[in-house]
């Protein structure tokens, strides 16, 4: 079974910073792209951050210069370092990978983790 679990959500003042890690496990073959979006109340999921397998990154442009997407490849995790932080980054983050399982690619999605950004 093939799954994502993140980590590194929580509470923070403005300004503040938090990391958000997510691990894939399971029977996969390959990690292709992966990637963060987030989500509030009433309104679409939006990206955040994707990093390809090679490390080429891209961004919303309302977190650009603030956030940073890494990933580990031996450890099939992939970060989100977020610093000043804005009670507008207030959302539910969730991991996004493309994962290759046996012979396909498919898209996988973690369970959320929430951040709040206070003022």
């Known amino acids: 079974q093939v799954q994502l679990v993140e980590s590194g959500g929580g509470l923070v003042q403005a300004g503040g910073s938090l990391r958000l890690s997510c691990a894939a496990s399971?029977?996969?073959?390959?990690?292709?792209?992966m990637g963060w979006y987030r989500q509030t109340p009433g309104k679409q999921r939006e990206l955040v951050a994707t990093?390809?397998?090679?490390?080429?990154?891209n961004y919303a442009a309302s977190v650009k210069g603030r956030f940073t997407i890494s990933r580990d490849n031996t450890k099939n995790t992939v970060y989100l370092q977020m610093n000043s932080l804005k009670p507008e980054d207030t959302a539910v983050y969730y991991c996004?990978?493309?994962?290759?399982?046996?012979?396909?690619?498919?898209?996988?999605w973690g369970q959320g983790t929430q951040v709040t950004v206070s003022s």
């Open positions: 996004n990978a493309r994962l290759v399982v046996e012979m396909y690619e498919y898209q996988y």
């Open positions: 399971g029977r996969i073959k390959r990690i292709n792209t």
């Open positions: 990093i390809t397998a090679g490390g080429s990154t």
